[in-house]
Structure formats: structure tokens, C-alpha cells
């Protein structure tokens, strides 16, 4: 395995970076998780669109333009010749010193990981997840706004632990005004009565499969609502789902012990999962 950094390549094991990196000393960077399927990249101008949107607002000036990582992300592909595969663009403030000031780090650190990616959740996609909403509460808009991607990710891992404790397969957070949020890492939906309803995403990401889902929605004729949720919405669901890049469009059957609809991946959810697929096998940017 060879990984991008800073214009060159370098095997797996001497991929390294500085430990006064601030990315590494205080999170501070942005990163996007994007897939290519059979040798094309699936909505990768997106993604780089979010990248830079990410880094524009914690002012941080990505060295090249988004040509330039188009041209890299493809390179990282090609020197590992993969064809499905899970792409990892990261931007670090770079090397600075033990201060928290990002003036101190005149040059920020660009990398790209490139590994072999299947289907995140293995049977689960057939079966159902198991999910619990847990007690850590998203972060707010007015701290660290949930659309920057960026590498302090401690707010969804800490949910991911909980879940963990739990017993459930992914976390179901909250906003501070007790408003449905997002999973751990995935945008959620509920179904009701042949509607969508989601969150809107001022307290959750902006998630490029979210969009997508949605335009499939719209395609399909199904109504599509943003509206804020709460837990007596989820409870008595007929279906929920999430949706990510790396996990694509996945059913939630069980929620807090409770049985969503029937208790099985429902109809409405697994056509947006079959047109998903089907996405994915027609669109994207070769890489050979």
C-alpha cells in the first residue's frame, strides 16, 4: 500500500507524519471519506467541494486546488491499483509548535489513503441494525458546526462508545434542544406512512449520500420531508435507515429494544438501497 503525503509516495510503513502536526497535537484539519466503485469515483467532485468548504471555514488554506487532488486521489488509486475502494483526503493544519495558534504553522500537510472497501455492515444490510440513542449530545452549530468534517472527531466516538456499551450496532444522537441529530457516522431517516422525513442539517453533516438518496427519492416519486424529530418518531417509525459513504444505505430494525415496523429491513428502504446500487454502478469519474 502506497500513501499520498505532501506531493509523494510512501509504503504504509513509512507514512508518517510530524508529532507537532496540530492535526495529530489538537484535531485541527479537515478529511473527507469518499468510494470508488469498479475503477470510478463515486460523486468525488462533492466531495471535494465539501473538503474545501470544510477547511474554508476553519480557515484553513488547502495547498492545491481541487484539480490538483482530483489528479492525486487518482494517482493514490492507480499506484495501489485498486478499483472498490475507500479514499481518505486528509488536510492538517501541519507543523506547528505546542501552541494552540494555527499562524504557527506555516504549511499545512496533505495526505490521501487509499484502501480495499466492501460492504461496511457484512449481513446487517439483509438483517437490520441494532440501534440505541445514547446520552452524548451532538455538538453545536455555535461551537463546532456538525458540517465541517474535520479530525476532532471525539464527539461522535464518544457516541460510538456508548453505543458500544449498549449492546447497538450504531448511536442515535441528539441536538441540545433534543432534536434528532445523526448516527455516529451517518445521516438518519424515518419513514411514516409512504414519507421520508429527515433532519434538517444545521445540527448534523451535510452528507453526499444524503444527497443522493434524496435526488433517488425524487426519481422514485416518494415525499421527501426536513423536519425536526424526536424520540416518539423513531419509536413508532415504519422504517429507519441511515446512510454514509461508508456505509451506504443501511436499515435500522431495532431501536432502544423497541421493533421498527415489522422488524425487518422495510420496502421503501430497500428500493432506495437497489437504486443506490445502481448509482454507483453507473456514475463516477474513471480512474483507468
Keep these: 500500500m502506497l500513501i499520498y503525503i505532501d506531493g509523494k509516495f510512501y509504503p504504509k510503513e513509512e507514512a508518517k507524519v510530524s508529532v507537532f502536526d496540530h492535526g495529530l497535537l489538537y484535531g485541527d484539519g479537515v478529511f473527507e471519506g469518499i468510494r470508488a466503485y469498479n475503477g470510478r469515483v463515486f460523486r468525488l467532485q462533492e466531495h471535494l467541494d465539501r473538503l474545501f468548504d470544510s477547511a474554508k471555514t476553519i480557515d484553513l488554506c488547502i495547498p492545491m486546488s481541487k484539480e490538483e487532488m482530483t489528479s492525486a486521489i487518482i494517482e493514490t488509486l492507480r499506484k495501489n491499483n ?4 475507500y479514499i481518505r483526503p486528509i488536510v492538517t493544519r ?5 501552541g494552540l495558534c494555527p499562524t504557527k504553522c506555516p504549511k499545512p500537510t496533505v495526505i490521501i489513503i487509499a484502501v480495499e472497501w466492501g460492504a461496511m455492515y457484512g449481513d446487517l444490510y439483509e438483517k437490520g441494525l441494532r440501534a440505541v440513542t445514547v446520552s452524548v449530545r451532538r455538538n453545536p452549530c455555535c461551537s463546532l458546526p456538525p458540517n465541517v468534517k474535520s479530525l476532532n472527531y471525539l464527539n461522535n ?3 460510538k462508545i456508548e453505543a458500544n456499551c449498549k449492546g447497538g450496532d450504531e448511536a442515535i444522537m441528539f441536538d441540545m434542544q433534543g432534536h434528532i441529530s445523526e448516527g455516529s457516522g451517518d445521516n438518519i431517516y424515518i419513514i411514516k406512512n409512504g414519507v421520508i422525513m429527515t433532519p434538517p442539517t444545521l445540527n448534523n453533516l451535510r452528507g453526499i449520500t444524503r444527497m443522493v438518496v434524496l435526488e433517488i427519492a425524487e426519481q422514485l416519486g416518494i415525499p421527501v420531508k426536513e423536519t425536526h424529530l424526536g424520540y416518539f418518531d423513531l419509536y413508532t417509525a415504519d422504517e429507519v435507515f441511515v446512510t454514509g459513504t461508508a456505509a451506504e444505505v443501511a ?10 415496523g415489522s422488524g425487518r429491513p422495510g420496502p421503501i428502504t430497500r428500493q432506495l438501497m437497489a437504486a443506490f446500487k445502481t448509482a454507483t454502478e453507473r456514475e463516477g469519474t474513471p480512474v483507468y
Excluded at 501541519?94 to 505546542?98: H, K, R, S, T, W
Design 82 to 85: 485498486l478499483k472498490e475502494a
Design 94 to 98: 501541519g507543523v506547528g509548535d505546542l
Design 157 to 159: 466516538i464518544l457516541a
Design 251 to 260: 436499515p435500522i430494525v431495532l431501536i432502544d429494544g423497541r421493533s421498527i
